[in-house]
């Protein structure tokens, strides 16, 4: 009974994640495209496109197509086992299998099933994009990793459903490590949803999307899904981690709530997105870097339990 | 003489790798048959180390065994096999038989140096590993076993002795080890004081370990500076072995790369390794159990800790910069090393502290340092096993000058793939697991001693620089674009895959690694038999403390259950997804094309705009050290005037 309850769960989970990562993407670009003056496409607007993409054709420019097509399924596959830790309104699914430190390697290597797909393809651009992925990634991924840690080291646990629930705040003291790591993270979470202003691996207009530049049809299709899940993933887990309030209200009222902050954070990362202007890579590396110390920081301060 | 006990059959595998080290050197004209009679050798004395390790771990502890003494000189060979040794017997047994066969393959071309020089050294070097991880001498064994391992390592490293890199590398190897050495030997003379006559009535002279530990307590109270002395002595010894930060630098990235690649792989998946053994027999085991009090545990603890944090992270970091591919082996090594450091730095500050479940704790992170130590030998061979193949293959270590070769090389690529995953822990392959086990045990170590989380913090940084290194090794060689050197041999006739003598000791080290990847919980269930196998010293607290019921079947817990990590499950639901995303991606009916890569409509595919390795991660580079302008193209490799500036044709398609 509980095996086929938390298998239900992690269908679930995959589903919202599937239906709804689109329609962010679609709130995304509309409002983008209002606040720059445009009309923008419709909300269904990303569903057409994957639909689209879904039955284009297919160019293989690497050397080794095989490798191209393994990444990019591993990639959306890497995409949602992360999804069925994280709990998405309901419980974590995968509670009993995996803890945060598992959830912190899968964040990156769903990342890393993109370079694969980019250093695969070949391109100069491509392996370019790979590059700078690969700088972002390595600065980045710990400042999430780190607050992740400090609620781990505040809750003595490693657990899913007692991590994600605003333990960064769970400090015996006043919780200054929360604090500081809120700071930290708000000012990167641009950067690990890969929007402007930090969206340099990408970068459409100077190396036309890096990684993916070589990548068209279904393999597109793919990768896009994959980016647009991220979004949801990591917005939810910022939810988690810093404004847990009303989690545990009753059934559709949590998870209307839950929902509705992931939605409040993506506008929020939309509006910065739409009025900034990218940092070049060496610029943003030692932002992060900066970040990250700050991080390490506030790390130390709650491991001294503040 | 039958080996009745795991002791005796130690002696025997160092006796039959001696014997067939004369025999290889009589043998040394046919290349081939010296190879097949090497691997014979080691094969049968790996299995006889292996028997004796399995009936230490599987059935009872055996006793120490005294082969002879020259009670006059003052010295006996005694060896104990317990179950810390038999973890590093299966290391260095299985490592060596499996480099033994490559080597075969690997030796027949290089046809300038004779094999005379090659064999015997490496039976030697093996029987010496197996004598020093299992002798109780702290002297004089000790002192024939390092040389004998530095002397025959020496000669193996400057086996190709034209290149006068490979002579450098090889001087200061020797200089190192000889240090390493004295240092250790001038801290064992520090604290050995009489000999003791044993319950049974035997005589254990002045050197012998269990001696040296019995005298331990009273010299601790009496005069503690000298024994803290002396164990700083050890830690530098074994350090400079293990390539601790700072000596690590001195010699291992040098070394590594000019030996042989089979011999790469034992010097760095094993050989280092004997300095961590060394640390832990004298940190955990020579200490004796009634003065954990007195010895000041937690200091050392906080030392090792605070040392393998800034080596696994300077490794790391400086293997970012390197552009030949056994050198940046070489570099991570060295970050790895950081990681086991630490957690015996852990596993000693959690076990001074008085706080229920940290004795558990402190077990975890011990267990975690071997199973790393295993997983690391696995895949760290491995590795450079798969460089010596593109070595063999290309010529050439530097990963600018290659380029796509997994389209050539699939056994090899896809061996280096497993193994880069491995070492970058990504999640389900073994580097994942022993690094979960030390992070847990470190994290939730924090109550115990506050910077253990800051320090655990700075290894998962590191682990993901180790992955931006990986992806550098791997998608230099096997990815990107076929460079010039890659597509001129690639018209040769014969192909560049290496044949099976090469291939299948890497598919062996593969299933291992996938296998410890997979049942991490069998894993160390498996290790934790190693305290109960050896109880003695500080590890007798270490084995009433071993949580018996956290590791059952696949599934990893750590003490008080705050963790859990089950790769099967988690492999289970990975696997459905990667069916449904193939699934949607054949949805569509797309049709699949072949076609070149797009650069911009002008430009045509050459070897002057092919993205080269060196160039990848400047910027980070530039971050983590002085800035360093990208290395030009050297003018050679560029075309002669009058010659089209392609040397590639456009690419053209072709079916895989």
Known sequence: MKTAFLIAGAFANVLLVLLLAPWFEGILRKLTAQLQSRQGPPLRQP???????????????????????????????AVLTTACLIPLGFGSPLNGAGDVILLIYLLTFCSVCTLMAGLASGSTFSMLGSSREVMCLVTLEPILAVAILIGAVHRGSFRLDTVLDGSVYASAAFPWSGLVILVVVVLSMQAFLQRLPFDIPAAETEIMDGALMEYSGPKLALLKFSQMAKLVLYSGLFVHLFVPWGAHLAFPLGWLLFWLKVLGVVLVVTVIAATHARYRIDQAIRYFAGLLLVALVALVLASYGY | MIPSTPEYAVALAMLICTAGAAVTLATARHRALAGWIAFGVLALSGLLALLGAASVLLTEPSHAETLFTARRLGFSLRLYVDGLSAVFLILIATVSILAALYSIEYMQHRLEHGVGRYYPNLLLF???????VSTTDMMYFFFIFWQMMT????????????????????????????????????????????????????????????????????????????????????LVGFGIKLGVWPFGRIWLPDAHPAAPSPISALLSGVMIKTGIYGLMRYFIWLVPGSVQAEFPLMKWGLVLAALGTVTLFTGTAQALRQEQSKRLLAYSSIGQAGYLVLALGVCLTLLSSTQPLMPALAATALLGALFHTLNHGVFKSLLFLNAGSVLHATGTQDLNKLGGMLRYMPVTGGTALVASCAIAGVPLFSGFASKWTIYTAAIQGHAAAPILALCAAIAILTSTLTLALFIKFFGAIFLSRTSVLVHDLSRRPQPLEVGWKMRLPQVILLALCLFAGLFPGLMLQFLSRVLQTSRQGLAVTLADAVPASVWTGPSLQSPGHPAVYVPLIVALVFVLMCFFARWLASLGGATRRISAPWLCGYAVEGELNRYRAGHLFDDLKNCLGRKRPPAPVPLTERSAPGQPSNPIPPWSPEKN
Not at chain 2, 194 to 200: A, E, F, L
């Open chain 2, 126 to 132: 093996v029987a010496a590993m197996y004598g020093l």
């Open chain 1, 47 to 77: 569903f057409f496109d994957l639909l689209k993409l879904l039955g284009k054709e297919d160019l293989e420019t690497g050397e080794m197509p095989a490798v191209q097509r393994a990444a990019t399924y591993l990639g959306l596959a």
């Open chain 2, 151 to 234: 002397l025959t390592g020496y000669a193996l490293i400057r086996y190709e002795p034209r290149k006068p890199e490979n002579l450098r590398a090889a001087n200061r190897y020797l200089w190192m080890m000889q240090l390493a050495c004295g240092v250790t030997m001038l801290g064992a003379a520090l604290i050995a004081h009489d000999s003791v006559v044993t319950p049974g009535g035997e005589t254990l002279l002045r050197f012998d370990f269990d001696a040296v530990s019995h005298h331990l307590p009273q010299l601790l109270i009496d005069q503690p500076a000298r024994v803290t002395l002396a164990f700083a002595l050890f």
